[in-house]
């Protein structure tokens, strides 16, 4: 059975959710195979969650310089692992970084590169969600090992056991000229909320929330909810709440159980980022508001009367 | 120094985008036609950079005729010159293929600095930059929230989601720009004039050493086998707030188990 590549992610010796989600979509081509390029130790640390999430192998790269290097040790440890073991196809999450070592392996293997893909069927078809959702495109790739990269939370993660055999796989040297070296490394600071594109359940304010003091309104029934805050590119525009939560065509593109949007009209540039979530709640003023058409349950009102009154009824129930 | 701006023209994302029903390729007629917003600030960049030191600002597009809007547009802005490759051969060509095509595009020009936006709103492979720096040999320095040149070395803020990485590199490098970068300038009116006189070369398939059998829909590495517009999502319950539209909602999220 042919191996599936796929390219752990991971921070400080912990494995992100979407390494497993690539581990499940994995199963339907072949033997999962996870990469791990770290630092000495980090697959030893990783190894029993890959287990438990069917990797039969587990290919450790590490090595003690990778200090300054910046994702030239993955493309690099990919393509070498592409060229000797000819696997089904390459798995990488969908994220800037990902996106980067994708294209690059690509290019370097000479192998197609479908992107951002939500589904992966046994016969190498993938389906990918375009334009904010408003086309489902099928795709497959034309070379062997195509490079694939999955959005975030488009599968759902299965556990099952596997060998996680763990070869040594050695890291290339980079060459110098052609590598930007890392100087400084400042990680985000994580914030009590999930995180954007990976939340359950998302809240979002608009123009209609006025300003920024205003949004502890969304950020009290988020928080009520354990959702993430969103925020439309009118709101995010305005000053109203930072641009790395803004939701829409030019911002993030999120797809949760529950979308609840206060004070957002509703343009094509909003929608195309929120519009695949299961259930949608809409508040606004305006009863001709375009978000109305795509709402599940909208309520015509004021959203600083109608959303404390549901935060309330929300921590209720859960007390 | 020689800077090259590898620009785009997309579709506008306020506008419907549609696919073409004959070859399921992106219809780039039927939407506004606009050069990217990343883009503008891509070449706001480069314009910067020359004026910060000395240089010459080249912009690059590969695209349909039309495309010499997105060109007028940043040059207008400043840019000195422009190359435009237009062929039908190229028309369905995936990321792969451009990526190759524009290596060897850029080949043609002398360049120190390429500098690319870090995603195009259309395609969003967010990853172009570095496939041609791979293909090119050159270090690719992404997602920039600040580009400096000192001499001969290129640093940069590459800020996502993750967190601020500083990074740099000898030149020649490629950079590609995030949305934090800068404010695009608009063009002048004298700037809108003095682009109608600025030099652009229209560039062949043959002027770049490309075979036309290595490129387009027929030659791609990936092919599309079916496009489906999403059911229109159709408007539910909706309700005029009278004191307890929080408890309505409340009462629906809970019929739909969703708390």
């Known amino acids: 059975m042919a191996e599936v590549m796929v390219l752990v992610d991971h921070v400080d010796g912990e494995v992100k959710k979407t390494t497993y989600e690539l581990l499940t979509a994995a199963r339907v081509l072949g033997e999962p195979a996870a990469v791990v390029v770290g630092a000495p130790g980090t697959a030893g640390k990783l190894r029993d969650g890959l287990a438990q999430h069917g990797a039969a192998k587990v290919y450790v790269a590490e090595s003690d310089n990778l200090g300054d290097a910046f994702l030239d040790p993955e493309v690099a440890v990919l393509a070498a692992l592409v060229g000797r073991v000819n696997p089904a196809a390459v798995l990488i999450t969908t994220s800037p970084d990902g996106k980067e070592i994708a294209g690059r392996v690509a290019v370097r293997t000479g192998s197609a590169l479908l992107g951002d893909v939500v589904e992966l069927a046994a016969d190498g078809t993938v389906t990918h969600s375009v334009f904010g959702g408003a086309y489902t495109v099928t795709a497959k790739a034309n070379t062997e090992h195509p490079v694939i990269t999955f959005r975030a939370g488009s599968i759902e993660v299965e556990a099952i056991d596997g060998e996680a055999a763990e070869e040594i796989v050695e890291v290339p040297s980079i060459g110098a000229a052609a590598a930007a070296r890392v100087t400084n490394r400042l990680p985000a600071r994580s914030g009590d909320r999930p995180e954007l594109t990976e939340a359950t359940v998302v809240v979002s304010g608009g123009r209609g929330v006025g300003s920024a003091e205003n949004f502890e309104v969304v950020e009290k029934l988020a928080d009520s909810m354990g959702a993430a805050v969103g925020a439309s590119r009118a709101a995010v525009d305005s000053g109203y709440y930072p641009a790395a939560f803004q939701v829409g065509q030019t911002g993030k593109t999120v797809s949760p159980q529950l979308y609840i949007a206060l004070g957002i009209s509703g343009a094509i540039q909003h929608r195309a980022g929120m519009q695949t979530s299961k259930t949608i709640i809409a508040v606004n003023k305006d009863p001709e508001a375009p978000i109305f058409e795509i709402a599940d349950f909208g309520v015509v009102g004021d959203l600083f009367t109608v959303a404390p009154q549901l935060t309330e009824e929300v921590t209720r129930r859960k007390s | ?259």
């Open chain 2, 1 to 259: 120094m020689n800077i090259v701006v590898l620009v785009k023209q997309v579709p506008d994302t306020y506008s419907e985008r549609t696919f073409d029903e004959s070859d399921r390729t992106l219809d780039r007629e039927s939407a506004d036609a606009v050069l990217d917003e990343i883009n503008e600030r891509a070449v706001e960049e480069a314009l910067k950079l020359k004026e910060a030191g000395e240089g010459e600002v080249t912009v690059v597009t590969m695209g349909p005729g039309r495309a010499t809007d997105a060109i007028r547009k940043a040059l207008s802005m400043g840019a000195d010159k422009a190359v435009h490759l237009s062929a039908e051969a190229l028309h369905g060509s995936d990321a792969v293929q451009t990526a190759r095509v524009l290596a060897k595009l850029l080949g043609t020009l002398d360049h120190d600095l390429v500098i690319a936006g870090n995603e195009a709103s259309d395609g969003r492979t967010g990853a172009m930059a570095a496939m041609v720096g791979e293909l090119l040999g050159l270090p690719s320095l992404t997602h920039a929230r600040k580009v400096e040149v000192d001499g001969r070395t290129v640093r940069v803020q590459r800020e996502t989601d993750e967190g601020r990485t500083d990074l740099e590199a000898s030149l020649p490098a490629v950079v590609s720009v995030g949305e934090k970068i800068n404010e695009p300038r608009y063009p002048s009116f004298k700037g809108i004039m003095a682009a109608k006189k600025k030099p652009v070369s229209t560039l062949t398939l043959a002027d770049v050493g490309v075979d036309a059998a290595e490129v387009g829909l027929e030659n791609a590495l990936t092919s599309v086998l079916q496009v489906t517009p999403r059911p229109a999502k159709t408007g539910g319950q909706k309700v005029t707030d009278e004191g307890d539209g929080g408890a309505r909602i409340a009462e629906y999220l809970i019929s739909q188990k969703l708390i």
